[in-house]
């Protein structure tokens, strides 16, 4: 081997910590590291051991009480989590896709990344600090997650979302929303007349109370009405109720989703892994209380099953080991 500045003959000089092989040039005295030696993963984590910070963290535990009660470093585990996270969102667009589906309810959920926006604004700080919103679309029935997208509560990210949408399900089925406009282009640029599409308008009004106790309220709802943009919805089924329910199961189950902690995300590639995450691990191994498996065998015990296998996209329930095996594949 010859020295990658001076071109000079190298001999062997040892190895480093991850077992690299080193070398030093005879003429400059230069060591460098053998690049053919280098481990693929540098991450000294045991699978069990991952798999457990994993678990930890889809369970609502912040990345340092996770730190503290493994003792791995918050860095690994948030490597592991950005790692898992990704390749779950690859997942789910190849799995969830063409499903078939009756009823469909989307919402925003809002976070931020750094800061909120107004501070962001404020300080300048480009788009990858202040509000993220998740949307999120859910089967009324099976409960489950067929697409989200991480973005500003735009336009352009509406559209994004609603071509997900599209890509995750098949055939003539209702959508209902709530009364955010630009759905209203997104949905029928993306779907044309091809669904049943209602919105759902409520309008508050301001609370009597004021202080601490109703600051953090909504307003109480003093109307609602439903919009008919696409086909013939029917009426009774036009609600967000279960997305926002929805919205409840990530607040809990995401740590970074809490409100009034200092537990958010700090870079926006975090953020959007830890919900990939949790939404793989809802589906396929987190089993629903209101989802009873109704095709076992006469004689045997009814039992609860996960929002992918009331779709028919799995057969059991997973382990979350077992998602980290399919994830990998």
């Known amino acids: 081997m010859f020295c990658p500045l001076c071109e000079g003959a190298t001999r062997r000089f040892g190895k480093n910590r991850n077992g690299s092989q080193r070398h030093r040039c005879d003429s400059c005295e230069k060591t460098f590291t053998d690049a053919g030696t280098r481990p693929v993963d540098r991450r000294c984590l045991e699978s069990s051991k991952a798999e457990l910070c994993l678990r930890m963290l889809l369970e609502g535990n912040s990345i340092r009480s996770t730190e503290r009660l493994t003792d791995v470093h918050r860095d690994t585990i948030i490597a592991a989590m950005v790692e898992a996270g990704e ?147 029917d009426d009774d089924r036009v609600s967000t109720s279960h997305a926002e329910r929805q919205n409840l199961s990530i607040r809990m189950g995401v740590r970074r989703m809490t409100r009034l902690t200092n537990a958010h995300s700090k870079k926006w590639e975090n953020h959007k892994a830890a919900l990939a995450l949790w939404f793989a691990y809802y589906n396929f191994c987190r089993v629903h209380t209101t989802l009873t498996d109704y095709t076992r065998a006469e004689g045997e015990p009814k039992r609860k099953t996960t929002p992918a296998m009331a779709s028919g996209l799995t057969d059991h329930v997973w382990s979350v080991a077992e998602l980290l095996q399919k994830i990998g594949e």
């Open 87 to 233: 390749k779950c969102e690859a997942f789910l667009t190849r799995t969830v896709r063409a499903v078939e589906v009756k009823d469909v309810q989307a919402d925003e959920i809002w976070g931020f990344v750094g800061c909120k926006q107004k501070t962001a604004e404020r300080e300048g700080y480009d788009d990858s600090m202040g509000d993220a919103w998740c949307y999120v679309a859910v089967e009324r029935d099976t409960k489950l997650v067929l697409a989200f997208h991480v973005d500003k509560r735009t336009v352009w990210a509406t559209t994004m979302f609603a071509a997900k949408l599209g890509e995750a399900t098949n055939g003539r089925f209702q959508l209902s929303t709530d009364g955010f406009r630009p759905y209203r282009t997104a949905v029928p640029l993306v779907f044309g007349n091809t669904i049943d599409f209602a919105q759902i308008v409520k309008t508050y009004g301001n609370s009597p109370e004021v202080g601490t106790a109703s600051r953090y309220s909504p307003g109480e709802v003093t109307a609602v009405h439903t919009v008919v943009i696409i086909g013939n919805p």
